[in-house]
């Protein structure tokens, strides 16, 4: 039961609320007031979007602090989108022609208003069943103790949550940073020298680049395959090629950082296609009177190339970062389960295997859903850290 | 006087003259060349290899034989006929071809409304759609798993192509797209009393081939690739899709079988190749746009 005096809390989102929109409704020339009410009434009903399923169990008697400390932060939360998405409405509103479709010529105009929800009845139904229904499950999910094939579930507040501040939880969090990390790091910088080298203009350009791209094509799975033969240990290539040239042949899928490494070079020959395309097409598009003015002032080749070429490709390469770091959230799975299978010892184990493993093979359903929220917020961390840098010219996803 | 001014000429021209560029470009950008083989040779070696391995006995391949051995036809047999592959292949084209056609004629209409319609609540409808770029089916998995299990769907076809028919990616572009084609289209179409249908097979689509083409490329590929949703979901071996398939190719004999498996992930690998190099024009001047799901 939620204590009455638990209301009270919501007073301080309020307050903040309260003064975050009248300052917004004073620079849109609009009476404060207003603004001071409709943000009062949104900073506390906001925190209610995770509150009401959740029914103030954080703030109930005996909990831990850190339970107390997520209830903060979801209160937090909710007013804080709510307060955003308010904000958001006002501007379009109030500003005149600021987000509107005044950017693109006014196309002519088929009449009746059924016909379109018609048309966009097919993507509605199934973005909803198959997207918004799952996901909104995903939430109640992980505020229960749910185990696949027991009929009975519990109800265990953000116990999911605080079962993650753990040591294997971290360990699988820093498997994946490593992981993406590397990459996105290595995996970008020989893009970038490949797609600058399939940038110079000699005769026969273009089946050179053809040739560079087209693995472009090959699947996640192929390319653990393939890696899994050639870095076998025994029977591998790779090794052959090492002890070819005196070297002693390495325990790769079998020892931790070795491991790690191979998941990462074969997702980024697996990314390499993909990342050489794109920064082709930004090369093509750097400035060249900037190039020849860098040249007349005596900038040598590395000069120009450090100081003009790779600032203008920086949209790109922002870009690039986004689908290489989402690469290496999900589709890497087909490559991890064909090399190491989240091993040895749990040191392949990236956020999207430890998902499956719970879930799927340990029915453990509330604490999977629990991490894939963790992964969900990293990814709308990204979507807007993106919009925000580029604007909507690019996307992802689909 | 006159010589030295013709030699100076002699030293430029070269440069110029088409011919002496031609000449001095052979031997000015040989390294250049030398560079580009040799990273096409490592980039392409990991198929190189796979190609080798995939002709070749388990002897052959851990005696590090670089000639083509003499196992191809036995392991062609082996994963053809012994094991599912050419089902699995089936099954994967068959989904391919669903779910890229589906999504594109779904992503046409939802940009002909987005465009070419005014309607209460555009924006709202656009965001809601926009939005689910947020939310990739792998994070959802344990829920999708669970109402798709619940609607009786595990185990058949339509678990694994109806949830990918809409497209955040597809409806964006065509919208955009659509939306920078000259309004005088239109209004003309209007005119004349066309159907928005009509408009939209008869002169939206044959002007936006090179969209249509681009994201043909990126549907192929993202739904050729699927991995873990087809594995959870398909328990049925004669319904999976190849990139699954493949792991039941991992033991062919007893012990881990490198001609096979080979061979099936390069034959695995054929169909997307072919659609990327048939569609490689229009991707690569239809748009800046990446990562599908």
Redesign the interface.
């Known amino acids: 039961m939620p204590d009455p005096s638990l209301l009270l809390l919501l007073a301080i989102p309020g307050l903040i609320g309260a003064g975050y929109l009248a300052y917004e409704f004073r620079r849109l020339g609009r009476p404060a007031t207003w603004g001071a009410a409709i943000g009062a009434a949104t900073g506390a009903l906001g925190p209610l979007i995770f509150m009401l399923p959740l029914n103030f169990c954080t703030f109930e008697a005996g909990r831990k602090p850190l339970d107390m400390l997520i209830g903060g932060v979801l209160v937090a939360a909710g007013a804080a989108l709510a307060l955003e998405a308010v904000k958001y409405v006002v501007r379009?509103r109030f500003t005149p022609k600021a987000l509107g479709e005044a950017q693109?010529?006014?196309?002519?105009?088929?009449r009746?208003?059924l016909?379109?929800?018609l048309?966009?009845a097919?993507?509605?139904v199934?973005?909803v069943?198959?997207?918004?229904?799952?996901?909104i499950?995903?939430f109640r999910?992980s505020t229960l103790l749910a185990r696949?094939g027991t009929p009975r579930t519990a109800f265990v507040c953000v116990d999911n949550f605080t079962r993650l501040f753990h040591e294997d939880y971290y360990q699988v969090v820093f498997n994946t940073l490593v992981i993406s990390t590397g990459i996105v790091v290595f995996g970008l910088l020989i893009s970038l020298a490949?797609a600058y080298?399939?940038f110079?203009q000699?005769?026969g350009?273009g089946i050179?680049r053809?040739?560079?791209i087209?693995?472009?094509?090959?699947?996640?799975?192929?390319?653990g395959?393939?890696?899994l033969?050639?870095f076998d240990p025994?029977?591998g290539?790779i090794n052959?090629f090492i002890e070819l040239l005196g070297g002693t042949g390495l325990q790769w899928i079998k020892d931790p950082w070795l491991g790690r490494f191979t998941i990462v070079a074969a997702s980024i020959?697996k990314m390499?296609?993909?990342n050489v395309?794109?920064y082709l097409?930004g090369l093509q598009n750097v400035p060249k009177d900037l190039l020849e003015a860098a040249a007349i002032d005596g900038a040598n080749a590395w000069q120009r190339f450090r100081r003009v070429t790779i600032p203008s490709l920086s949209p790109i390469t922002f870009?690039l970062i986004v689908?290489n770091v989402?690469?290496a959230?999900?589709?890497i799975?087909?490559t991890i389960?064909?090399l190491t299978k989240g091993g040895p010892a749990g040191a392949t184990k990236v956020m999207?295997y430890e998902?499956?493993e719970l879930?799927?093979l340990e029915y453990d359903?509330g604490k999977?859903?629990a991490q894939?929220i963790v992964?969900?917020l990293l990814?709308?961390g990204l979507?807007v850290l993106q919009f925000r840098t580029t604007g909507q010219?690019?996307?992802?996803?689909? | 006087m006159s010589t030295a001014t013709g030699q100076t000429m002699q030293a430029s021209a070269p440069a110029l003259s088409f011919p002496g560029r031609l000449r001095r470009?052979i031997p000015r950008?040989w390294y250049?060349?030398l560079?580009?083989w040799i990273?096409?040779f490592i980039?392409?070696f990991?198929?190189l290899?796979?190609m080798l391995?995939s002709t070749q006995t388990n002897a052959e391949?851990?005696s590090?034989q670089f000639t083509p051995g003499t196992a191809l036809e036995f392991n062609f047999r082996a994963v053809m006929f012994e094991r599912n592959l050419g089902r699995f292949m089936l099954n994967s084209v068959l989904l391919a071809v669903v779910v890229t056609t589906g999504?594109t004629v779904?992503?046409l209409?939802?940009g002909?409304?987005?465009?070419?319609?005014?309607?209460?609540g555009?924006?709202l409808?656009f965001g809601?759609?926009l939005a689910?770029?947020?939310?990739?089916?792998?994070?959802?998995?344990?829920?999708?798993?669970?109402?798709?299990s619940s609607l009786g769907w595990g185990d058949t076809f339509w678990a694994i192509s109806?949830?990918?028919?809409?497209?955040?990616?597809?409806?964006?572009l065509f919208r955009q797209h659509?939306?920078?084609?000259?309004?005088e289209?239109?209004?003309a179409?209007?005119l004349d009393g066309a159907t928005?249908l009509q408009?939209l097979f008869r002169v939206l689509v044959p002007l936006s081939w090179n969209t249509v083409g681009a994201l043909a490329v990126i549907q192929f590929?993202?739904v050729?690739?699927m991995?873990?949703w087809p594995?959870?979901i398909i328990k049925n071996e004669a319904l999976q899709v190849v990139?699954?398939g493949?792991?039941s190719l991992r033991n062919v004999d007893a012990g881990l079988t490198?001609g096979p498996?080979?061979l099936a992930?390069v034959i695995?690998?054929l169909p997307?190749?072919i659609?990327?190099?048939l569609l490689?024009k229009p991707f690569?001047s239809g748009f800046?746009?990446?990562?599908?799901?």
């Open positions: 379009v693109h010529q006014q196309q002519g105009i088929f009746g208003w016909t379109p929800f048309l966009l097919p993507t509605l199934i973005l069943l198959f997207l918004y229904y799952p996901a499950d995903n999910l696949l490949i080298l399939a110079q000699v005769t350009i050179y053809t040739l560079l087209w693995p472009y094509a090959v699947s996640p799975a192929v390319a395959i393939i890696f033969v050639m025994v029977a290539v052959h020959w390499l296609g993909y395309l794109f097409a870009f689908t989402t690469y959230f999900f589709d799975f087909g389960d064909f999207i998902i499956y879930g799927i359903l999977a859903a894939s992964l969900f990814v709308i979507t010219r690019v996307t992802y996803g689909a | 470009l950008r250049i060349h560079l580009l990273t096409c980039v392409g990991p198929v290899y796979a391995v391949v851990t590090f999504k779904l992503s209409l939802a002909l409304a987005f465009v070419y319609f005014r309607f209460p555009k924006w409808v809601f759609v689910t770029l947020m939310m990739p089916t792998e994070i959802l998995v344990i829920a999708l798993f669970r109402f798709v109806v949830p990918f028919l809409a497209s955040a990616t597809g409806s964006f659509f939306a920078n084609l000259p309004a289209l239109s209004e179409a209007q928005p408009f590929v993202y050729w690739n991995y873990l594995m959870l990139q699954v493949l792991g490198y498996l080979m992930a695995a690998s997307p190749v659609i990327f190099i490689q690569m800046a746009i990446t990562r599908d799901k």
